[in-house]
């Protein structure tokens, strides 16, 4: 299986801000666990980051021409108002996708409890830390 993790604005920041929300590990970690997972589970996979909403959607389009058979997103503010992002996700309905959060989004201020990208997906999930990653490739690999 090929799959594309895409993570949006200031996840590159992980273990610098806001510690107490997102952990003290830092992006490098997260992309080794991610990486690690894959190799473990014999599947290809590519970790692509960026602050600007553009280029994610760009990123999302070119995965149809890619092949790629599986999408984790974690689409950090863009969650709670990118259409476009959305509708990206969204134009290509025949690969599973589902958006994570590291942070218990349901139980933060009221603007990050609403997703807008979420209805793109099969699935979402929140509040399980980096873990979360890990458990979005085991619910694509069909685990």
């Known amino acids: ?20 929300v997102y952990g003290t590990q830092d992006y490098a970690y997260l ?7 894959c190799k473990a589970e014999n599947c290809e996979v590519e970790v692509f980051q960026s602050n600007h909403e553009g280029a994610i959607i760009d990123r999302i389009q070119e995965a149809y021409f890619d092949k790629i058979q599986g999408i984790v997103i974690n689409p950090g503010a863009y ?12 134009s290509l309905s025949d690969i599973p996708k589902v958006e994570i959060h590291i942070s218990d989004i349901t139980k ?17 999930i929140y509040g399980q830390g980096l873990e979360g990653y890990l458990q979005a490739i085991d619910f694509l690999l069909g685990k």
Request: proline share 4%; with cysteine.
């Open 1 to 20: 299986m090929k799959i594309l993790v895409i993570n949006g604005p200031n996840l590159n920041f992980l273990g610098i801000r806001e510690k107490s």
């Open 31 to 37: 992309v080794k666990l991610i990486e690690d997972k």
């Open 79 to 90: 969650t709670h108002y990118s259409y476009a992002i959305h509708d990206a996700l969204a």
């Open 108 to 124: 933060r201020e009221e603007f990050r409890k609403v997703s807008v990208t979420a209805p793109a997906c099969q699935k979402q």
